[in-house]
C-alpha cells in the first residue's frame, strides 16, 4: 500500500470513528429528552405548576409542584448573583493586577481547578458541617451560600480562560493612554461578555440541576419560603423524592418535573446564546 494510499485509508477510518461518536451522543440526547417528555407530558397540566402540594399529593392525589419551581428560581438565581459579583474581582485580579508569569496567580488557578472538579455532595456537606457550627438550620440562605460556592469555581476558571485570552496589546494601549486600571476594566468588560455569558449560563446549569448539596443545606418543604431561614424545595430533590415512590402517579409526577426543568434550562440556554451573539459584536 502506497503512503497515500495509506493515508487516505487512515483519514477515512478517524471519519467513520468521529461521526460514529457524533452519532452515539446525539443518540443518547434523543434517548433521554425522548424519555422525559414522553413520560412527563402525560402527568403534566396547569395545576403541577401553578398549585402547591396538596394533602395526598404524594400518593397521586391533587396539587403540583409550584413550590419545588419557585424555591429553584430563588436559590439559583440569588447563587447566580453572588458568584457574579465574587467571581468578576477575582478574574480581574488574576489577569490585569497580577502579571501573567505570577506564582500567585498560577496557584490560585490550580487551586479554583481542583475546586471545580470537587462533587456537589463534598459542598453540601461542607456547607451542613458549617451550618451545625453556627446552630443554623436547614433554609433558603442555606441553600443559597452552598450553592454560590459550588458555582464560584465555574465563573472564575470560565471567565479567566476567556480573559487570558484577551489580547494584551489592549491593555497596554489603555495603559498608555494614561487609563488607570478600574478604567482598563470597563474595557475588558466589554471584550469578554460572551465569556462572562457563558460562565453564567454553565454555572446555572450546575445549580438548578444539583440534588445532593441542596439536600444538606436547603432541605424540603411543601410551601414557598417567605424568609431566608425557612427551608425551600427545588426541582431536582422534587423529582428525587417522587421517582423513588411505589405509586406510578406520583412517578409520572416526577418525570413531569423533570420535563419543567428541562424547558427552563433549555429557554436560559436559548437566552444565554443570543446574549453570547448580541456581545460578540463588541470583540475585536
Known amino acids: 500500500m502506497s503512503i497515500a494510499r495509506k493515508k487516505r485509508f487512515i483519514e477515512t477510518v478517524a471519519k467513520i470513528f468521529m461521526w460514529a461518536a457524533m452519532f452515539i451522543v446525539f443518540g443518547f440526547v434523543i434517548s433521554v429528552l425522548w424519555t422525559i417528555f414522553s413520560k412527563g407530558c402525560k402527568a403534566m397540566s396547569w395545576d403541577m405548576i401553578t398549585k402547591l402540594p396538596g394533602g395526598g399529593f404524594y400518593i397521586g392525589k391533587e396539587g403540583g409542584f409550584l413550590n419545588a419551581i419557585v424555591g429553584s428560581l430563588y436559590i439559583v438565581g440569588a447563587s447566580t448573583v453572588l458568584g457574579l459579583l465574587i467571581s468578576i474581582p477575582v478574574v480581574f485580579f488574576l489577569n490585569v493586577y497580577l502579571t501573567k508569569d505570577s ?104 445549580a438548578i440541576g444539583d440534588a445532593a ?56 440556554s436559548i437566552c444565554g446564546r443570543f446574549i453570547t451573539n448580541r456581545f460578540s459584536k463588541n470583540k475585536v
Open 103 to 206: 506564582k500567585l496567580a498560577y496557584v490560585a488557578r490550580m487551586a479554583f481547578d481542583v475546586l471545580f472538579g470537587v462533587p456537589s455532595i463534598v459542598y453540601g456537606a461542607f456547607g451542613f458541617t458549617i451550618m451545625i457550627y453556627f446552630g443554623l438550620r436547614t433554609s433558603l440562605l442555606g441553600g443559597i451560600i452552598v450553592i454560590t460556592l459550588l458555582i464560584i469555581p465555574i465563573f472564575i476558571r470560565t471567565m479567566d480562560e476567556a480573559t487570558r485570552n484577551f489580547p494584551r496589546d489592549i491593555l497596554d494601549a489603555s495603559f498608555a493612554l494614561g487609563a488607570t486600571r478600574w478604567e482598563t476594566l470597563k474595557v475588558v468588560v466589554r471584550q469578554i461578555a460572551p465569556g462572562i455569558a457563558t460562565a453564567t449560563l454553565l454555572s446555572i446549569g450546575r
Open 213 to 268: 448539596s441542596v439536600m444538606f443545606a436547603a432541605g424540603y418543604t411543601d410551601s414557598i419560603p417567605t424568609s431566608l431561614s425557612q427551608p425551600a424545595a427545588t426541582l431536582p430533590l422534587a423529582v428525587f423524592f417522587q421517582l423513588s415512590s411505589p405509586i406510578p402517579e406520583v412517578v409520572d409526577r416526577a418525570y413531569a418535573a423533570a420535563l419543567v426543568l428541562t424547558i427552563i434550562v433549555f429557554v436560559l
